[in-house]
């Protein structure tokens, strides 16, 4: 009697839900959200994914490469 019957039920699930059911689906780096891939775009500086709601505002930059651009594009101080 030392048959376990009960297997555990929660593997593929969990790993359908850790790795997002579509294999099209990215994570980003823009606004977190994790999109379809296919519809996105990468940013221009990095190439990281960014999705298409981000692309329709506007950003073509990632959070990082974005606040990157800020700082290079502001103008020195002491032009004088
Ligand atoms: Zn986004
Ligand atoms: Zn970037």
Redesign the pocket.
């Known amino acids: 009697m030392t048959v376990q019957a009960a297997k555990p039920r929660v593997g593929p699930q969990l790993e359908g839900v850790l790795l997002g059911k579509e294999h099209d689906g990215m994570i980003c ?1 823009s606004c977190g959200n994790e999109e379809r891939a296919s519809e996105g775009y ?7 994914f ?1 999705c298409v709601i981000c692309s329709l505002r506007g950003v073509t ?6 606040a ?1 651009a800020e700082r290079t594009a502001t103008p020195q101080a002491d032009d004088a």
């Open positions: 780096r990468p940013c221009t500086e990095c190439g990281t960014i930059l990632c959070k990082e490469c974005a990157k």
